[in-house]
């Protein structure tokens, strides 16, 4: 009697076990999907260690909603179109499979260019507004303070950005015009950022690639803790920017 509640009980317990990863695995495709951040290429906005949700039915759904991306259709289902200054998760065109994370700059129609580090709209310059410098820590402990701006899309978005060099190889492009079903997308920190300005790395991007939109920030750590160092961890967490709204 004993050996069959036991057999029983493994049982219930297999069952629990598949059906909480099936759940998982639903809101994970259709509704928020977990990313950290492993570059500096969106900074100020977000910071190596970030760790955020992306709603996954905010856009609308492709292959690319789903784990490994299988080619079962083609295009998007229940498609919603980007706003400027959205922060988006799309798979790299080049490979459709490396996840990027960048602003949406320029939607189908768009004309975009940078001039002087400025970047212009449909042929008009993008407000924006020196603030205070943004203190940048290197690798090596070192600070530097850098150029840091609040740029304000004509549709009202606004966020910050920073000037890393000048005269860089971005800031001064030829004119992009967006094609039907693509999108133009850049990151924050301009002058340390492939994107869109740059073709043979990431281009355009098509509305099939989009993942989705960045929303919230739920943890971020520094990286002064390695991960078996747990009497540590308290004092790696950014606990500031814990729960932080990246709607702009």
């Given at each position: 009697m004993s050996a069959e509640k036991s057999k029983?009980?493994?049982?219930?317990?297999?069952?629990?076990?598949?059906?909480?990863?099936?759940?998982?695995?639903?809101?994970?495709?259709?509704?928020?999907?977990?990313?950290?951040?492993?570059?500096?290429?969106?900074?100020?906005?977000?910071?190596?260690?970030?760790?955020?949700?992306?709603?996954?039915?905010?856009?609308?759904?492709?292959?690319?909603s789903l784990p490994w991306s299988p080619s079962l259709f083609s295009g998007r289902v229940m498609e919603d179109v980007p706003k400027r200054g959205d922060i988006a998760v799309f798979k790299l065109p080049r490979d459709n499979s490396t996840d990027y994370i960048k602003r949406i700059i320029g939607l189908p129609g768009d004309r975009i260019q940078m001039k002087q580090g400025e970047l212009f709209l449909n042929g008009e310059l993008v407000t924006r507004k020196r603030i205070n410098d943004f203190a940048y820590q290197d690798g090596f402990g070192n600070v530097y303070f850098v150029p840091q701006y609040r740029e304000t899309l004509p549709n009202g978005a606004s966020y910050l950005t920073l000037d890393l060099l000048q005269n860089s190889d971005h800031d001064d492009t030829r004119e992009y015009l967006v094609p039907p079903g693509h999108y133009f997308a850049m990151g924050d920190n301009r002058d340390n950022s492939l994107d869109s300005r740059v073709d043979s790395a990431v281009g355009l991007v098509p509305a099939e690639n989009l993942v989705g939109r960045a929303e919230i920030l739920f943890f971020s750590t520094n990286g002064s803790a390695r991960f078996w160092e747990f009497w540590n961890w308290p004092f790696a967490v950014r606990y500031g920017r814990l729960f932080d709204g990246l709607r702009t």
């Open positions: 029983g009980g493994i049982g219930e317990t297999v069952r629990t076990i598949v059906y909480a990863v099936l759940i998982a695995g639903v809101i994970r495709t259709l509704a928020f999907e977990p990313f950290n951040i492993p570059s500096e290429s969106m900074l100020p906005t977000l910071l190596v260690g970030d760790y955020l949700f992306v709603s996954k039915y905010s856009y609308g759904y492709s292959r690319h």
